[in-house]
T-cell receptor
Framework: DSGVTQTPKHLITATGQRVTLRCSPR?????VYWYQQSLDQGLQFLIQYYNGEERAKGNILERFSAQQFPDLHSELNLSSLELGDSALYFCASSVGAVSLGTDTQYFGPGTRLTVL | AQSVTQLGSHVSVSEGALVLLRCNYS??????LFWYVQYPNQGLQLLLKYTSAATLVKGINGFEAEFKKSETSFHLTKPSAHMSDAAEYFCAVHTDNQGGKLIFGQGTELSVKP
């Protein structure tokens, strides 16, 4: 158990809908990262928040947005869902901003999103 | 830009045999390198990481990896495979000029035959 929690574990929805994925980082971690894992794209970095502020952005679609709240939990919002958004979405957390590679990212169990 | 290439999407070994999973990286600046393992229906677990302190890195579950700058490689090895090692393994790179993101390879699925 990494200490990172994600809810829900599974999510099934229809095209065009909007969903929210939630992540609680390990106690004491200030950074939260979101990754998407799909069969065709592999593991892709989406976005990082550090202490409530966006710190780094990857290949995140405009239909996707995220935020980190004062209690440090984070939510990833996916809207206007398409079939191709079906994937496993991971959240990870680390102590610092990972400006140094010595900081380790700890991953949650993921949320499996299925868009029908 | 940084990238990671894992050679072989599937590797099969017999129980007790050597495990060798290959990872090559591309980076214009000193990299930090990681190996993660993903068991079925689970998240990623850190096996080991290279942060320039020592080129031979020992991790959990008997795994180790050696950073070879001249070969731009960070191959993962284990002397004797166990059935419980069957999983997917990901190599990842991080550099200080890329914010917090990890760049992952495509993964190698390890099968262990009895």
């Amino acid at each position: 158990d990494s200490g990172v929690t994600q809810t829900p574990k599974h999510l099934i929805t229809a095209t065009g809908q909007r969903v929210t994925l939630r992540c609680s980082p390990r106690s004491g971690d200030l950074s939260v990262y979101w990754y998407q894992q799909s069969l065709d794209q592999g593991l892709q970095f989406l976005i990082q928040y550090y202490n409530g502020e966006e710190r780094a952005k990857g290949n995140i679609l405009e239909r996707f947005s995220a935020q980190q709240f004062p209690d440090l939990h984070s939510e990833l919002n996916l809207s206007s869902l398409e079939l191709g958004d079906s994937a496993l979405y991971f959240c990870a957390s680390s102590v610092g901003a990972v400006s140094l590679g010595t900081d380790t990212q700890y991953f949650g169990p993921g949320t499996r999103l299925t868009v029908l | 830009a940084q990238s990671v290439t894992q050679l072989g999407s599937h590797v099969s070994v017999s129980e007790g045999a050597l495990v060798l999973l290959r990872c090559n990286y591309s980076s214009s600046v000193p990299p930090y390198l990681f190996w993660y393992v993903q068991y079925p229906n689970q998240g990623l677990q850190l096996l080991l990481k290279y942060t320039s302190a020592a080129t031979l890195v020992k991790g959990i579950n008997g795994f180790e990896a050696e950073f070879k700058k001249s070969e731009t490689s960070f191959h993962l090895t284990k002397p004797s495979a166990h059935m419980s090692d069957a999983a997917e393994y990901f190599c990842a790179v991080h550099t200080d000029n890329q914010g917090g993101k990890l760049i992952f390879g495509q993964g190698t699925e390890l099968s262990v035959k009895p």
